[in-house]
């Protein structure tokens, strides 16, 4: 079962995760809320989870240390 989690969790941007781990929440009630949330507003909290999967990726690269002065 943690395979399958972590499987599922990798393929969706981790950010469910990530909210849960900065606020000390558990990521699974932060899922549900999200699902129940997209149901009850006809999907409008799918734009910000995209949003906050692109932040996540541009800080990731911003963030990254580079080995040597040559690498690009």
Known sequence: MRRLQYFIESQAFG???????KLGI???SIRFSFIY???LTFGSPVLLYLMLAFW???SKHLRRERS???DL
């Open 37 to 39: 949330l997209s149901f």
């Open 15 to 21: 950010v469910c995760t990530m909210l849960g781990e």
């Open 26 to 28: 558990a990521s699974s």
């Open 56 to 58: 996540m990726n541009v």
């Open 68 to 70: 040597t002065i040559w």
